[in-house]
C-alpha cells in the first residue's frame, strides 16, 4: 500500500532561523496537502499542490511538489514562536489518502 | 457557519463496554472521513463516506468498528467491546468536494480512554 515518510520526526530552532521538513511517498500521487496540527488542537489545512514541479508560498511558508509527484517540502523562514505545531504532509492517490507521521517543530523564544 | 463538531469530546469506558463517537460534519459537505490518532502520531484513515455511501473502510482495524452515514450528514463511529489498544483520539473531517483528494475541515476529536 501507500506510504507516506516524513522527516524529520521533530526539530527544534530557535525563533529567527529557518525549518524545513521532507515528504516521500513509495507511490506517485495524485496531490498532496500540508496541514498543521497545534499542541492540543486538530489538524488546519494549510495548503494542496497539485502539479509536476509546483511551488506555492504563503508568507514565511513554501511548499513544493516533486517533479516525479512523490516528494514533498515545506520551507518555513524566520521562524516564530506561532509556528509551533506539527506538520503533517498527506499524500492522495487514486482513491487513498495517507498521512505522514508528522514534523514536530519547537521554536524557542 | 459552525465548523465540524464532534461529540462528546471526552469518553472514558471500560474494556468491553461499546462505545458511540458522533459527528456534526459541515452543512452541505459531500465527504466524511472517520481518523484514528494515537499519542505523538499521525491521524490513520479509518472510513470515508460520500453522502450516505460508505466508500472505503479499509482503515477500520476490526469487525469491532463500524461507521454509518444514514441520511448523509451526521455520522457514528461504533466501537464494540472496546480494547485498551483502542484508547486514542478519534478525529473526524468533512469536505465540500467528492473524493480524498480535497481540503478537509477537522473537528476537535474525541479522546477515548479504555481502562
Same mark, same amino acid.
Given at each position: 500500500?501507500?506510504?507516506?515518510?516524513?522527516?524529520?520526526?521533530?526539530?527544534?530552532?530557535?525563533?529567527?532561523?529557518?525549518?524545513?521538513?521532507?515528504?516521500?511517498?513509495?507511490?506517485?500521487?495524485?496531490n498532496?496537502?500540508?496541514?498543521?496540527?497545534?499542541?492540543?488542537?486538530?489538524?488546519?489545512?494549510?495548503i494542496?499542490?497539485?502539479?509536476?514541479?509546483?511551488v506555492?508560498?504563503?508568507?514565511?511558508?513554501?511548499?513544493?511538489?516533486g517533479?516525479?509527484?512523490?516528494?514533498? !517540502?515545506?520551507?518555513?523562514?524566520?521562524?516564530?514562536?506561532t509556528?509551533?505545531?506539527?506538520?503533517?504532509c498527506?499524500?492522495?492517490?487514486y482513491?487513498?489518502?495517507?498521512?505522514?507521521?508528522?514534523?514536530?517543530?519547537?521554536? !524557542?523564544? | 457557519?459552525?465548523? %465540524?463538531?464532534?461529540?462528546?469530546?471526552?469518553?472514558?469506558?471500560?474494556?468491553?463496554?461499546?462505545?458511540a463517537?458522533r459527528? *456534526?460534519?459541515?452543512?452541505?459537505?459531500v465527504?466524511?472521513?472517520?481518523?484514528?490518532?494515537a499519542?505523538?502520531?499521525?491521524?490513520?484513515?479509518?472510513?470515508?463516506?460520500?453522502n450516505?455511501?460508505?466508500? *472505503?473502510?479499509?482503515?477500520?482495524?476490526? *469487525?469491532?468498528?463500524?461507521?454509518?452515514?444514514?441520511?448523509?450528514?451526521?455520522?457514528?463511529?461504533?466501537?464494540? +467491546?472496546?480494547q485498551?489498544? *483502542?484508547?486514542? %483520539?478519534?478525529?473526524c473531517?468533512?469536505?465540500?468536494?467528492?473524493?480524498?483528494?480535497?481540503?478537509?475541515?477537522?473537528?476537535?476529536?474525541? +479522546?477515548l480512554?479504555?481502562?
Amino acid at each position: 500500500g501507500q506510504q507516506v515518510m516524513q522527516i524529520p520526526q521533530y526539530q527544534h530552532v530557535q525563533e529567527g532561523e529557518d525549518f524545513t521538513t521532507y515528504c516521500n511517498s513509495s507511490t506517485t500521487l495524485s496531490n498532496i496537502q500540508w496541514y498543521k496540527q497545534r499542541p492540543g488542537g486538530h489538524p488546519v489545512f494549510l495548503i494542496q499542490l497539485v502539479k509536476s514541479g509546483e511551488v506555492k508560498k504563503q508568507k514565511r511558508l513554501t511548499f513544493q511538489f516533486g517533479e516525479a509527484k512523490k516528494n514533498s !517540502s515545506l520551507h518555513i523562514t524566520a521562524t516564530q514562536t506561532t509556528d509551533v505545531g506539527t506538520y503533517f504532509c498527506v499524500g492522495s492517490g487514486y482513491s487513498t489518502l495517507t498521512f505522514g507521521k508528522g514534523t514536530m517543530l519547537l521554536v !524557542s523564544p | 457557519g459552525a465548523g %465540524v463538531s464532534q461529540s462528546p469530546r471526552y469518553k472514558v469506558a471500560k474494556r468491553g463496554q461499546d462505545v458511540a463517537l458522533r459527528c *456534526d460534519p459541515i452543512s452541505g459537505h459531500v465527504s466524511l472521513f472517520w481518523y484514528q490518532q494515537a499519542l505523538g502520531q499521525g491521524p490513520e484513515f479509518l472510513t470515508y463516506f460520500q453522502n450516505e455511501a460508505q466508500l *472505503d473502510k479499509s482503515g477500520l482495524p476490526s *469487525d469491532r468498528f463500524f461507521a454509518e452515514r444514514p441520511e448523509g450528514s451526521v455520522s457514528t463511529l461504533k466501537i464494540q +467491546r472496546t480494547q485498551q489498544e *483502542d484508547s486514542a %483520539v478519534y478525529l473526524c473531517a468533512s469536505s465540500a468536494y467528492r473524493g480524498p483528494g480535497y481540503e478537509q475541515y477537522f473537528g476537535p476529536g474525541t +479522546r477515548l480512554t479504555v481502562t
